[in-house]
């Protein structure tokens, strides 16, 4: 039996998840800032353990880490799942919103990561899971600072990999595209107080988008749980997970976009070595 230690585990894919882990026989250590919002969701079941968590605060996860060792002896796999969006330009996010999704969704994120890894590196195995998003892979206009705190886990994740990968855990970042969660409701996302009518044909465009693609998403969040079970029992695990068929497209059409420019530098790129002939 597996121990998953899952934040953001009241609603949305953390609650999904946690129920698949549960169905498939593992053990579920659930975190959210009210842990009876978690029993609400899932009920009561003999391997389940809710606990209370605010990831922007790291002596919480400490407890929380010890509590899931204390009742099930191991975690296995750390789902990295807490987090919420920002909508709005760059130049409209203020400096009180910009630090609190950086609070919740890469300080957070580090918060727990730290408390799970030394219970990994004792047993000399884990996962570690971070929930990112195609905006993490490539950035969309009016989600600038959102997708610059999944840029930042992906970066983190990237490191991590290489870091543990020697002490028998391994990392993966997971990569979401727009799946029809509450993700796009005031529950799960914030939007900036500012609105700057220059940015109308952008970023207002993307708002307008928001509200008519929420709960209208193509991805499947039940189908989203079960790839992340596959993940998890997949005996070589990936660096990265798109999800989504929005996802790939993404990523095909920016690894082409990313190719053609460095073609197109190329020669200026590399005339900057010591040795290197002038352009």
């Known amino acids: 039996m597996r121990t998953w230690f899952i934040t953001g585990a009241s609603r949305g894919f953390g609650a999904l998840i946690a129920k698949e882990a549960l169905e498939a026989g593992d053990a579920v250590v659930a975190t959210a800032r009210n ?10 079941h003999p391997n389940l353990l809710a606990v209370a968590l605010d990831v922007t605060y790291e002596a919480q996860a400490f407890a929380a880490a010890g509590a899931a060792v204390k009742t099930f002896g191991r975690i296995d796999v750390l789902l990295n799942n807490a987090g919420y969006g920002l909508l709005g330009a760059v130049e409209e996010s203020g400096a009180a919103e910009v630090e609190s999704v950086f609070r919740t969704n890469v300080f957070g994120l580090l918060n727990v990561t730290r408390a799970v890894l030394p219970h990994m590196r004792r047993q000399r195995s884990g996962h570690v899971i971070n929930i990112s998003s195609v905006g993490g892979y490539e950035a969309y206009p009016g989600w ?3 997708g610059a705190t999944k840029f930042a886990v992906e970066g983190l994740t990237e490191a991590l990999a290489a870091e543990l990968a020697p002490l028998g855990i391994d990392a993966t970042v997971v990569e979401p595209g727009f799946f029809r969660t509450d993700f796009l409701d005031d529950t799960s996302l ?8 220059d940015y109308a044909e952008t970023v207002g465009a993307m708002r307008r988008f928001a509200v008519s693609a929420n709960h209208a998403q193509p991805g499947n969040p039940a189908k989203l749980a079960t790839a992340l079970i596959a993940l998890a029992n997949a005996p070589k695990k990936p660096l990265r997970l798109p ?13 082409a976009k990313v190719a053609a ?5 190329r020669g200026l790129a590399l005339s900057t070595d010591w040795d290197a002939q002038p352009v």
């Open 243 to 255: 999800l989504g068929s929005d996802t790939v497209a993404r990523i095909e059409e920016k690894n």
């Open 190 to 197: 914030s939007k900036t107080a500012l609105e700057i009518e």
């Open 144 to 146: 600038g600072v959102y």
């Open 35 to 44: 842990p009876q919002h978690v029993i609400d969701a899932l009920g009561n």
């Open 261 to 265: 420019e460095l073609t197109e530098w």
